[in-house]
């Protein structure tokens, strides 16, 4: 497995000052978070020549660009909403091609109004059965997280199963199936052989069981137990940290690998 962090951590750096903090700490890749204005420039706005520089920067540090964080949501009951977020997919697909990325993040979100976890899933994998082919002729996986309506497992899962693509996979987002109060077992056993990114941070929880952040090893989510079955079944992506408004990244950086690495 590879160690990446998510530009949450460096949201004031360039994308060199980025990559530069990731060779310190040891870390293989960086997640640029696309859509809220952070500096490394890693966004559709940027021009032709932007996208070579972009790309000429991850290659010379010998830092890969693990995966480019979106906005995008596709649950939306509206149809025009979808088709514009179907639309936005692909041309991120295009600034992955041009940065040189395999990867891109996208969510399920949450619908506007209330409907079945049944019409939700189907919503989202007609979305992404529009999107597979564009995603399999560029070679771009697009990893659906388990996150908001979808942070259970197996509903995120059944949405990418529909689809039936090798370029339709999921973003397990450890922390938010486990909220739903599916083991890392359970979550695990939902999601195996759909993975092809993993969002990491550790976390406590209040009587509501709302999360609170914790460092690597001082939350209560078991990471032991994800580390394993990630190693036992052969993944070889990336364990990404996203830590958003948390800590510096002299302090999470350095101490989450060191954790997980233990684990491994």
């Given at each position: 497995?590879k160690?990446a962090?998510m530009?949450f951590t460096t949201?004031?750096k360039?994308?060199?000052?980025?990559l530069d903090i990731?060779?310190?700490y040891?870390?293989?890749g960086v997640?640029?978070?696309?859509q809220?204005g952070h500096?490394h420039?890693?966004?559709l706005?940027?021009t032709?020549e932007?996208?070579?520089?972009?790309?000429?920067?991850f290659e010379?540090?010998g830092?890969?660009?693990?995966?480019?964080?979106?906005?995008?949501m596709?649950c939306s009951?509206?149809e025009e909403?979808?088709?514009k977020?179907?639309e936005?997919?692909k041309?991120f697909?295009?600034l992955?091609?041009?940065?040189?990325?395999?990867?891109?993040r996208?969510?399920?979100?949450?619908?506007?109004i209330?409907?079945?976890?049944e019409e939700?899933?189907k919503i989202?994998a007609?979305?992404l059965?529009k999107?597979s082919a564009?995603?399999?002729k560029?070679?771009?996986y697009?990893c659906?997280?388990?996150?908001d309506?979808?942070?259970r497992a197996?509903?995120a899962?059944?949405?990418?199963?529909?689809?039936?693509?090798?370029?339709i996979?999921i973003n397990?987002?450890?922390?938010?199936?486990?909220?739903?109060?599916?083991t890392i077992?359970?979550a695990?056993?939902e999601?195996k052989?759909?993975i092809?990114h993993c969002?990491?941070?550790d976390?406590?929880?209040?009587?509501?069981?709302v999360?609170k952040?914790?460092?690597m090893g001082e939350?209560e989510i078991?990471y032991n137990i994800?580390?394993?079955?990630?190693?036992?079944?052969?993944?070889?992506?990336y364990?990404?940290?996203?830590y958003?408004?948390?800590w510096?990244p002299?302090?999470?950086?350095?101490?989450?690998?060191?954790?997980?690495?233990?684990?491994?």
């Amino acid at each position: 497995m590879k160690f990446a962090f998510m530009s949450f951590t460096t949201p004031d750096k360039t994308l060199k000052e980025t990559l530069d903090i990731a060779k310190k700490y040891g870390y293989d890749g960086v997640e640029p978070r696309a859509q809220l204005g952070h500096s490394h420039g890693v966004e559709l706005e940027a021009t032709v020549e932007e996208r070579k520089e972009i790309k000429r920067v991850f290659e010379g540090e010998g830092i890969e660009c693990a995966c480019i964080a979106t906005s995008i949501m596709y649950c939306s009951t509206i149809e025009e909403k979808r088709e514009k977020e179907i639309e936005l997919t692909k041309m991120f697909i295009d600034l992955a091609v041009d940065t040189g990325c395999k990867r891109i993040r996208v969510f399920g979100g949450t619908p506007e109004i209330p409907i079945s976890y049944e019409e939700a899933i189907k919503i989202v994998a007609e979305a992404l059965s529009k999107i597979s082919a564009y995603a399999e002729k560029n070679k771009v996986y697009i990893c659906l997280e388990t996150h908001d309506f979808f942070s259970r497992a197996d509903i995120a899962a059944s949405s990418v199963k529909m689809v039936k693509s090798p370029y339709i996979k999921i973003n397990w987002d450890i922390m938010h199936p486990f909220t739903k109060m599916m083991t890392i077992e359970e979550a695990f056993t939902e999601l195996k052989g759909l993975i092809e990114h993993c969002h990491i941070h550790d976390g406590t929880y209040d009587k509501a069981r709302v999360p609170k952040l914790a460092l690597m090893g001082e939350g209560e989510i078991p990471y032991n137990i994800a580390v394993r079955l990630l190693q036992n079944s052969g993944y070889t992506g990336y364990l990404s940290g996203e830590y958003i408004n948390a800590w510096p990244p002299e302090v999470v950086l350095p101490h989450d690998i060191e954790v997980l690495k233990s684990y491994m």
